[in-house]
Each structure stands twice: as C-alpha cells, then as structure tokens.
C-alpha cells in the first residue's frame, strides 16, 4: 500500500470504529500528537502518545471529549514516507453538547507499512469554546 493508502485506510477504520485494524497500521515506536506535544490539564488530548497502547489512549481520549461527526478530506498527498491532507471536521462536545468546527491538517510519515508518526492540527479556540 502506497503511504497516503495506508493513512486513508487508518483514518476509515478510526472512523467506522474498527480500532484494532486501524492499529494493525501503527509502528510500536509511533508518534501520536494532536495540535501541541506537550501535556495540557485542559486538554487530554494534547501531549505526544507513543506506540500502539498510546495510540489507543489518543482516540479513546478523543471518543470521550467528542461526538464524531463530519470529517471532510478536501485534498491528501504523499512523497515518500510522508503525507499530508487537509479539510474541515465538525464534531460536538460530549459535555456542553457544543459544536465543534474546525479547518484540520494532518501530518503523517509511514515507514515500512506502518504509521510512524501522526500530527494532526485543528483550531485549538474553537475546541476550546466547544468544551466549556
């Protein structure tokens, strides 16, 4: 599978909830990092979880914040071990019942079939409105 294959693959399994073949496509070592690799009190979702248990942890975490809703690809590309996509999302707060609207990037490198490294980048003030 080419490397924007495989992140396309990873996020439709996330997606329709297939969590343990989604992680098939995770490297024990991998990088998982929403918007800021730092911990924030704030925010569980932010600080950098390494490898497959981490991986877990990041969209479990996700899954318990938010109600998945509209996750749009407007455009993906790959050279290489890296690939990129972009496009809009709109989740809701699982406590405030908010909206969540958010443009997103999302950076990724695979290395030998598997995800090593996945940087995805939303509008963390809207996240933030959405939450409180």
Known sequence: M???????TFLQHIFSGATDQALAL???EARFISTRPVPNPNN?????FVGIEGARRFFSGFGELLEPGEF????SFAEGEHAAMYGT?????????KPFPSDWAL?????DGRI???HFYEDT??????LS
């Open 125 to 130: 003030e809207a996240l933030r409105d959405a």
């Open 116 to 118: 090593v490294l996945y």
């Open 107 to 111: 950076i990724c490198r695979v290395k």
């Open 89 to 97: 999302l709109r989740h809701r707060s699982r406590t405030t019942g």
């Open 2 to 8: 080419s490397t924007q294959t495989i992140i396309q």
């Open 72 to 75: 749009n690809i407007e455009a």
């Open 44 to 48: 569980p979702l932010h600080g950098t």
């Open 26 to 28: 995770v490297d024990p």
